[in-house]
């Protein structure tokens, strides 16, 4: 007997130029539409604008997000963009087109984008969805187009549909589940279950690094949730520690527990889910949320807000 067929489909599209964008996503938008089913397109602008204007009056029949700004933080992707628009159809298959990784993305961003990239397959397994993923193989650099093998089983280019020989999401989550180290001067307050000194301390420090009240706000919020989580779930205390750096402020929470849901923090929550959206918070607030786990590690969530 023949294992079932996955309905879900995670494409890679390596595309040259603008003619080779739109011939790899614009069909896969119209066929969509064609078969009566909702259509998502979260890109950068520039891309958006080329998509916009090739759909013409098609374009209203579509969801369209600016990814830079909707995917701002990779960690807030699957539940606030790729979960909130499939989970709103249920019962018919969705196509999404998103483009997470575009090359004015950071050394520091990288990792979790893709991270993110490779945690869309354990996300919708079994989901009647197909989430289409270009790759700007002129702007990227060739490692992150073999980092697109290993976290898509099926690769799109110029020549062809062909199946990656590559394929390892899981080896690619391990692998960039990487170390954060802290730099000197940083700002810290160890083994606590103090949230009002957490707070405090974290004010003090981003108000000093120039960020405005309501960012300040979110902040704390995040850090609050962080120990929190810390002490509930982790090894009893956490250690917080924060900085300033050039065009960001930087905190953290450090517990010697061990993370073992990879997805913590990308589960939607659902209207009357009491608790456990503390980690789904922190993405939502923060403009990048980096996290490092393991036995004999612990684990360090790190959250960067842009000053």
């Known amino acids: ?30 066929d969509g539409l064609a078969a009566g089913e909702p259509v998502a397109v979260a890109v950068p602008g520039d891309n958006l604008a080329l998509l916009r204007r090739e759909l013409g009056a098609d374009a ?20 606030g963009v790729l979960r909130a628009f499939a989970d709103t159809h249920p019962g ?16 520091v961003e990288y990792p979790a984008c893709v991270q993110h990239e490779a945690l869309i397959n354990p996300a919708f397994t079994g989901r009647d969805v197909t989430i289409l993923c270009p790759y700007d193989a002129d702007a990227l650099s060739p490692d992150v187009l073999a980092d697109a093998e290993a976290t898509h089983p099926v690769l799109v280019d110029g020549t062809g549909r062909r199946t990656s020989t590559a ?7 391990a692998r960039y589940n990487e170390p954060l180290p802290v730099p000197e001067g940083a700002f810290e307050l160890k ?3 103090d949230l009002a000194a957490a707070r405090a301390l974290t004010h003090v ?28 779930h982790g090894s009893g205390t956490g250690t917080l520690r924060c ?14 527990g061990h993370l073992t849901d990879p997805l913590a923090g990308r589960h939607p929550a659902t209207p009357d889910q009491p608790r456990g959206r503390g980690l789904l918070l922190v993405n939502h607030l923060a403009d990048l949320v980096r996290l490092h786990t393991g036995d004999g590690h612990g684990t360090t969530f790190r959250a960067y807000f842009r000053t």
């Open 167 to 173: 394929y390892d999401p899981e080896g690619v989550i």
């Open 191 to 193: 083994d606590t279950t």
């Open 243 to 256: 900085w300033a750096a050039a065009g960001e402020f930087v905190c953290e929470v450090h517990d010697d």
């Open 60 to 79: 209203a029949r579509v969801r369209l997000l600016d990814m830079t700004e909707a995917g701002r933080n990779p960690g807030r992707i699957i539940p």
């Open 205 to 232: 420090r981003a108000a000093a690094a120039g960020l405005s009240a309501d960012r300040v706000a979110d902040i704390e919020v995040v850090v609050t949730e962080l120990l929190s989580n810390s002490v509930e």
């Open 1 to 30: 007997m023949r294992a079932p067929v996955d309905p879900f489909g995670h494409p890679a599209l390596f595309y040259r130029g603008a003619a080779e964008y739109l011939a790899g996503t614009v069909p896969f938008v119209w």
């Open 92 to 107: 018919r298959r969705a196509r999404i087109i998103g483009e997470p990784i575009w090359a004015a993305r950071s050394a």
